[in-house]
Structures are given as structure tokens and as C-alpha cells.
């Protein structure tokens, strides 16, 4: 039995501890916020957060996750309410939305570390999110959004 | 004829699978008389031309409920195409509910695809609207007992003017529902001037269930007792399995069974692929299992298929004998009479569509028919499939629509519900979900044709162009329901080659031999994307040439202010997206239009560093006319895209804030096309994996995007598809501009770093 702290939840759970963590959120906990868009850390629809910091489930096994807390989209806010949904919201940028998640995750990340992030840093952090439709130029500008809405709080 | 009907709610919940009382309306283009319906039959109606487009329902609480038909991909349709009954119906935007519809015919065509959705269904729509606001009007009235012409509808209420006493919808819903419908001809449509939703920006509805992960994909289907299927395909289409050993994937923990889907005869059509599924009790397991599998593949005719050697097929192909499918006036002589000859080739190779999420379907075959939940663009084509594998009559064929991660084309092609039908048959009816891996979809696509083309014109003194003629040759998307399909056919020679929009007295244009070897289908905007980025190209290679502006010779060869004939030059067939061309002419203001204001707002002209340069094209798809001018870095070897601007044409535009969203993601997939795009084959097989060997852009890629929109007409045009087309070849022209090469083969990558 594996233990994992999922969005402030002990989930007990029995399964290979090599198993990528998508899939035990996916599959097995039934979380499915957290998309799978390649299963090789190429793309950034299954970030989540592993002790606040940004990383790809599909790459990270159970086993490293054992003693950490886990927060998935589910459990960024309780009502969409982070500021990064917040400016999400204002900026109407999902187009499919499949990508979205991982966006979040990655940009809530980003400025837990980076309070007033430059254009570059933006870039350099959303790289490992793909998102085919091309909702980048407003992810750019809903990060800067998000920037401000922060700020307020 | 055209009328408005009612449908009972049994075929309400059977449509859509939704539970609610009150009224209910189906906008039809032809319907037969069955006896359960308050309908207004015209005369001689053939009994199964009945085809629901849409339906409203409103229940006693007054909530809206308005069925989408059509498949959310990420254009925004199931907010546009309620936005347009609401605001017929003077509905509170706050008080509808947006209900997917099943796969049924009764709706029209459900193929999501084309840019079509509000094209096809506007009309219609406000057409559902307005009549289901004549009949709650009328109810208010005969409540009230006062005349019709007192009272209105306003924002979920209907008002009596004299004394402005009101009552809600759904105070009227059920007297409403007993009304007679009111004929097509007695509905009084709005005027544009009072529209409430139409033209405005309105949020898409799955907008908070998007940034709470709160949503249904087609990956996020689960069943109870479902299991998870991940399947190895034949690399090489019509090959088959020789050997098979599944010991080691027995033995993986969390595999169920090993199961084989068998080949179906060529053409491939929609079939499932032949291939080894591995179902497992997860979707790690089933793939675990499925990387021990030992199997050996007998590839078959297409074994040998090289896309490098096959490009080299395609340019002779394009010095054989052609069809001529326009021609006008005498090219040859023409080029005899004038010396100064300019010609090049294009080429772009094969491109898969990659959405974000790949193919996903989940199936339970039993007794009592089919059921299936998917991510589909064409939920009607998917029962079809299903229904002709498994022969099982499509009536017994529920079709659930997820949302779709992406689709881009590639989600119409149900190969993986058949996938899905095919094991839960094998498996005795239990639930099966198929995922395909990222390799899985780049590997087993049906591939954007790798295309070959060639252009010659000759100048006059004055570098003005006397004589054009083009060739192309791509190999069919026909080919998947025909085998000796080895000319493009005249709908993908409609698509931006045959309908060239340039004023010359010399004209003519010719397709060329090409043959099939993998699947090939429709990527966003199909054959535009060569047919725009030859053309566009070589324009930029004629100002070079003749030492002239671009724009001033893009705007000389548009020539003067008209409607093209086709037909005067001898198209025989020319598609037009479907369209009358009395309704969408070729309409050359419109372009001029365009590149006017592209080169407006991109400041043509002004200087830029020695290392920049502008490119300018642009292209009429789907009736829709999308104008780019780019500019670029280029230095020691790179390519750096800094900035493109975006003029569109779609003519009237139900959801602007949705239209831009759609041209910047336009721009930036046609970026990931002409920056980047590859597909290789060698032996038959597709070489490349997943996103390190498939890039797509990135946001560090992406330049800064400016949208504009003209709206050069009353009735829509497509949105979706034609910002692609433009795109590439502005990039490469700028990239001459900027003191680069003349890149004629896609992808860049192939000739800069990007
Ligand atoms: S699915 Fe994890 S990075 Fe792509
Ligand atoms: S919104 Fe569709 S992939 Fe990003």
C-alpha cells in the first residue's frame, strides 16, 4: 500500500510504484483534471505540482511522490478562484481547453517562485507546455493578468 | 421547402439523452409525417427526409435548453451556435443550458468539419429562435387576452406594452408548446441592429469547467468494469500479422488479455488498422504490456514506400502529362512570345494533425446494440462504421460526443471507435476504452498529403506577368475508398488551385499523377495549405524577379474589382466549399481588401534592420478571405518569426473574441507547418515518434499575433481553417526579404535552424 498526499488528502493506494503518476490520478483515483498528451515529459498536459514545483506525471513515478504533497488542478482552488483561473477567465484563453490544466499548473508554479516574471522568464517557463490550438499569446497575456490579480490580493 | 416542427419529448430524450419537461422545437429542412409529431408537413415530403438541424426546449423553470449537434473541438461551436438561438429567442444568456446532441440524422449533417457549422446552421438557427419566440409570445397573449401585436419578448420575459405587465418564459412554456408552430414564412427575424448576442464576444460556455479540469474528454470516459485496451498496430498499411508471442505480457501485472484486431481488405476507409490489442485493469498496465509484445509484421505492397524517394516521384510526375482542369487563352504562345521566364517547385511532405489529445474511444457491444463515447468530429460516420464491422443495424448505435482535445480532421475518421466496438465484441461486452499513445498517433494518421507543385510565368518588359501555368500533384484523400484514386479529385482541386484568383489573359493549370501509399485525409484547410504556399511563394519569387514590390505585384495580379467565372476558363467542376457561387462569388475586392489592410496594419513598407524583412500572402478557403504579412529575423543561420499580422474576411462573425481565437491559432499551427512539420516514411512505416521528432511550436516560437477582421459580407464564411493557408509562404517570403534563401521545401527546419 502506497500513501500519497493528493490536494491535502491521504489517498491510500495498491499499485506499482513505477507506475507513472498520471496514471494512478487518471486511472486508479479517478482525477482527471491531468491530461496525458505524450507520456514522455514532452508537452506539459499532465503537470502538476510536486511540493509546489512544477513537474510532468507521466514521467514521475509513484515511488517519488511517497512523502510529498501532490496538488493537481483539482486542488489549486476550491472554486476556481486562483489568480491564475482568475485571469484564465478574464482572457478567455482555453480554445479545446485539453492543454488547460497543464498550463495552469505550470503558470500557478511559475508564479509561486516568480512574483513579476519578465516576458522571457514567461517563455521560458510555459516551453514544456504544448498546446496545439495556440492559445500562447493568450497565456502570455493572461499570466501577465495573473501578475496583477496577485498583487491585489 | 423548409419548415419548423415539434418533436415529442421521448424523441428529445432520444436525441440527446437529456431529461426535462416542457416545450420543444426542431428546426427541419424536410420532414415526413410521423404520427407523434405536431409537424407541418409539406405535400409530398419523402417519409425519411426528416432532418432536425437543432433543438430548443424550455422547461417550467424557465431554463433554455438549446441541443449543439455539432463537435466542440476548441472552435467555440457550442457557444456560437447557441448564441445565435438565444438571441432570436431573447433568452437570458444566464438561463441556457448547452446540450450535446447524439449521432442521428434527424439533425442534418453532424460532420464537423470543413468550417461549416455556422455557415450551414445560421439561418437555421435563428430561424429555431424566432419561432420559439413567436409561440411563447403568443401564449403570453392569449393569457393575457390582449392582441399579439401588444406584446413582446425581452430577456427571458414577455411584455405587454400598453400596460408592461410581464410574464416569464417559462410561466408560458407549456401553453406555448401547444401552440400550432408558426410557418417559416410568418417568422419576423430580428434586425442585426437589436442583436444581444450575435457579434459579441461572448464567453465560451466550458469556460470554468476548463480551468477547474472539470470537463469530459473523450480520454475521460469511465465505465463501470471498464478496461483499458492499448494496441499495436501494422506499421505499414495493408500489411498483416505473421508471429505473435505474449508471454511477457501475460506476465506484466494488471493485463487482462491479448487480443488481435484482423486486417480488412484495402481501401482503408475508416477501418480499424490490423494490430495486437493488449487490455489491461489501467492504461500503464495495457502499455506495459504492449512493449513486451513479440510480434512480426508481413508489411506488404507498401513496404518499400520512402517519402524522400517518393518526393522525387512526385516532381517528375509534375513533367508527365497532366490534366488540364482551367485553362485560358494560349500559355504556350505566350511563353514563346515573351522571354523572361521565371518557374520554381514547392513541395511540402506529409504532416500529422497531432491534437493535443490523441484518439480515444470507449465501446460496450452487447445484445441491445452499441454504445459508444468518443471524441469524434463525425459521430454519424462513427455509427456508420461500427455499424457496417460489427453488422449491427445503426439505429441499435448510441454515439455519446465528448469534447475533443483537438481534432484538426483527424477526428473524423472513427478508425478507433471501430477499435473499440471490435474488442468490447471480443471481450463479450465488457466496457473497453482505447488510448492511443502520442506514437500511436503520429504513427498511424491519416497524414496530410505530401504534395509537389510547380509554377511558370512569363514577364514582359515591364515585369508585368502575361502568361501563368501551374502544376500539381498530391496523392488523393480519395484513395481511401478507392484504389486506383491516383489524381487529386476535383473537390481538393478546388481548394485554392483550380480558384487562383489572378486577372491573365494566359492561364493554365494542370494536375499530376500521383500514387498512394499510406492513408492520407483532411488536416485544417487540406489541400489550401500547398496550394497556398506554392502560389503565394512563387508571387513573391515574380516580384523578385521583375525587381518589383511584393504587394505592388500581389495587388497587379489580382487585378481589377470583379467576380471570377470560373467557368469561362473551363473548370468544369469547382466546389466552392460547398457554397452557391451566387451566394460566395470569387470575390476579388474582398482579397484586395484584405492585403490592403494586412499591409496597413503591418506598416509595409517601413524600414526594418538589414537582418529583417516582411513577406506578404493570402488566400480565399471556405469562403473566407485571410490575408498575413510576416516579419522575420534571419542571422547566422536562423530563422526568428518576430511578428505576423492577421486580416480575415469571414464575412458576418457570430463570436468575434472566437474568431481571433481561431486565427491566432491559425497562425501558429500554420507556423508549426512551416517551420517545422515532417512526417518521414521509410519501409512503409512512419519514422517519426512523438513531439521530439514531430515538433509543433512552442510558446518561446511564437511571435507577437494581430488580428483584424473585415467583414466584407452579411452571411458567413468559414473560420477555423483559412488563416493556415496564408501563412507559410509569408514566412518564407520574409525570410527573402530579410536576406535569406528562397526556401521552396518545406519545412525551414530542413534549410535554417528555427
Ligand atoms: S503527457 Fe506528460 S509531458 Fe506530455
Ligand atoms: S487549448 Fe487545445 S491544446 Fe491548448
Known sequence: MMKLNINGEIHSLDADPEMPILWALRDILKLKGSKFGCGKGLCGACTIHLNGQAIRSCVTPLAAAEGSELTTIEGLSADGSHPVQQAWLEHNVPQCGYCQSGQIMSASALLAYNAAPSDTDIDTAMAGNICRCGTYPRIRSAIKRAVEIQEAK | METISQVNRRQFLQFTGLVSGGIMLGASLNVSGQANKLIDVPPGTPSEALAFNLFVQISPDGQVYIVVHRSEMGQGIRTGLPQVVADELEADWQRITVVQGLANNKYGSQNTDGSNSIRDFYSKMREMGAAARAMLVQAAANQWQVPVQECFA??????HKPTGKNLGFGDVAVAAALLPVPKLAELTLKSSDDFKYIGKPVPVVDLQNFVTGDTEFGIDVDLPGMVYASIQRCPVVGGHLKTLDSKATKAVKGVLAVLTIEPT??????????????????????????????????????????????????KKSLQSDGRVVRSKGDVDRAFDAHTHHVSAQYTVPYLAHAPMEPTIATAVVNEQGIEIWTCTQNPQATRDAVAAKLEVAPEKIVV???????????????????????????????PVKVTWTREDDIQFDFYHAISAQQYKAALNENGKVIALEGRTAFPSI??????????????????????????????????HRADTHIRIGWMRSVSNIQHGFAINSFVGELAQAAGRDSREMLLELLGSERMIDLSQSGVKKYGNYGEPIEKHPLDISRFRAAVVAVTDSAGWGSKTTADEGWGLAVHRSFVSYVAIATRVKVSKGKVEVKEVHCVADCGLVVNPDRVEAQMEGAVIFGLSIALMGEIKVKNGAVVNSNFHDYPVLRINQTPAITVTLLQGSEIPGGVGEPGVPPVAASVTNAIVAAGGPRIRDLPISGHLLV
Do not use: C
Request: aromatic share 8%.
Open chain 2, 400 to 430: 455519446h460526443v465528448t469534447l475533443l482535445g483537438g481534432a484538426f480532421g483527424r477526428k473524423s475518421k472513427p478508425d478507433y471507435a471501430v477499435e473499440a466496438a471490435l474488442l468490447s465484441k471480443q471481450l463479450g461486452g465488457k
Open chain 2, 154 to 159: 425581452n430577456q427571458h420575459k414577455i411584455i
Open chain 2, 478 to 511: 480519395s484513395s481511401n475508398w478507392s484504389l486506383d484514386a491516383n489524381f487529386a479529385s476535383d473537390g481538393e482541386v478546388s481548394l485554392g488551385f483550380v480558384d487562383m484568383p489572378f486577372e491573365l489573359d494566359n492561364l493554365r493549370l494542370q494536375t
Open chain 2, 265 to 314: 481488405p484495402l481501401p482503408a476507409a475508416f477501418n480499424a488498422l490490423p494490430g495486437v490489442a493488449v487490455i489491461a485493469d489501467n492504461t500503464w498496465a495495457a502499455n506495459q504490456g504492449r512493449e513486451k509484445l513479440k510480434l512480426e509484421w508481413d508489411a506488404g505492397a507498401n513496404g518499400t514506400h520512402d517519402s524522400d524517394e517518393y518526393m522525387e516521384t512526385l
